[in-house]
């Protein structure tokens, strides 16, 4: 499906993943975020290495009633160019993603209800120039019977394609699709679940479904921008494990994407994968690998650090304290977080902040975390921060700041914690210059 010829705001997409295809070690690593500090470091990382960067949103994230974010489509594509812009990084090589774009955060409405609140996202997605889009419709809502069908989640998903396309105007570009849902439930796979690979023949059926769906709801030129299918590679991570990937157990579904039409495989939850694990996905055809949690729990590993830092200079103020203006939002809110920990009042006050699903990241844009964190940031400007210090908090970055290669300042250890974490994922998807295609 991906070999017609195209334009579109996804097209840098497709020639990285045509070559995944004829094997090149060549994908792209999904960054799913809202928070501005890790999409500043994605994009910083993206320039750094002449890379295409990804950036994504999810339904609940953002969507035309503001999300949990409080952002539109619109307003969160705005933001995303504002800081490419600023980094330097040149406006072919982003490409912005919506992320299980459908009913999924109005599935306690009737079907038809939802469906029409998911296709007036889709609308505002495509509208604000999106280049790749994920639909997947395979949540039930308040009417539905469970499980639903392959055919019914295709043909829900070709709607969401059609409102998509209907939305552009002729001037605008069009969008790539991915379609399928494989993956975890949010939060992670939780204790005990055993994760196995998608068959192949259920990747099949799944593609197979979409065809037809695509084709009887008369959207062919849709249908040739299906980039990939999402699929379970096997792997995921719980609160405090990681279930690694192990390339023999996905021999076969890796050899299936031959069959597929010229699409490519979508790996979600990858998360805290060991560097080796990204380098195989790719060569394996899982030419996108997303990234979740691990983007913000960096983040939040580096301003924990710095805040034990700032306990050590003089002058500290416990108002500064950015754990405790988490905890606070957290207890006082608990929707985001309880339900994904135990009932055991001291392991959910470790896991509140220490938890692979990083569930506190819903609570940075609470205002007296903002203020916690601006006024941590502002203290530590006031100080030079010592390299004794730097190496008992934040070893890993401490040669660097002493070669001069990273400025001993909050933000700037803030972004290399960031781009330590997605380094492995660039690292395993290569080159995206065009030269590199020839050689």
């Known amino acids: 499906m991906v070999s017609a010829p195209t334009t579109g705001v996804g097209t840098p997409l497709r020639a990285i993943f045509e070559r995944n295809r004829a094997g090149e070690r060549c994908g792209v690593y999904s960054v799913c975020c809202a928070h501005p500090q890790v999409i500043r470091a994605a994009l910083e990382l993206a320039r750094e290495r002449g890379q295409v960067a990804v950036i994504e949103s999810t339904c609940n994230q953002v969507n035309q009633d503001g999300g949990y974010t409080g952002m539109t489509p619109a307003q969160f594509a705005d933001q995303v160019r504002a800081v490419a812009r600023d980094v330097g990084l ?205 983007a913000t729990f960096a983040l939040r590993e580096a301003i924990y650090a710095l805040e034990f830092l700032a306990r050590e200079l003089p002058g500290w103020d416990a108002r500064f304290s950015v754990k405790s203006a988490l905890e606070a939002a957290m207890l006082a809110n608990p ?42 940031f502002a203290f530590l400007d006031r100080h030079a921060l010592p390299l004794p210090l730097i190496s008992q908090f934040l070893p890993q970055h401490v040669r660097a700041v002493a070669a001069g290669e990273i400025a001993p300042t909050a933000t700037a250890l803030c972004s290399a914690n960031v781009k330590l974490a997605l380094a492995p994922y660039a690292d395993a998807c290569g080159s995206h210059a065009p030269e590199a295609a020839k050689a």
């Open 335 to 376: 929707a985001h977080w309880a339900s994904h920990y135990s009932s055991d009042a001291a392991q959910q006050a470790y896991l509140r902040h220490y938890s692979y699903s990083d569930r506190l990241r819903y609570y940075w844009t609470e205002p007296a975390v903002e203020a916690a964190v601006s006024g941590l």
């Open 90 to 294: 040149p406006p072919e090589r982003l490409v912005l993603g919506g992320d299980h774009l459908g009913p999924q955060p109005w599935r306690k409405l009737p079907a038809e209800a939802a469906m029409a609140k998911a296709v007036a996202m889709v609308e505002a997605y495509a509208r604000a120039g999106y280049g790749k889009l994920h639909l997947d419709c395979s949540m039930a809502c308040a009417d539905d019977a469970e499980p639903l069908g392959d055919a019914l989640i295709a043909s829900r998903a070709a709607r969401l394609a059609h409102a998509a396309e209907a939305a552009l105007v002729d001037e605008q570009r069009h969008p790539v699709y991915v379609v399928g849902t494989e993956v975890p439930a949010p939060g992670g796979m939780g204790e005990g679940h055993a994760i196995v690979p998608t068959a192949p023949e259920s990747v099949r059926d799944t593609w197979r479904a979409h065809e037809a769906a695509f084709t009887q709801a008369s959207l062919g030129g849709a249908l040739q921008r299906v980039v990939a299918i999402v699929v379970q590679p096997g792997l995921d991570f719980g609160n405090e494990t990681v279930v690694r990937f192990e390339p023999d157990r996905a021999s076969n579904l890796a050899r299936a994407v031959l069959t597929l039409g010229g699409a490519v495989y979508e790996a979600h939850s990858t998360d805290y994968q060991p560097p080796e694990s990204y380098g195989s996905l790719v060569a394996m055809h899982f030419a996108i690998l997303k990234v979740g949690p691990a």
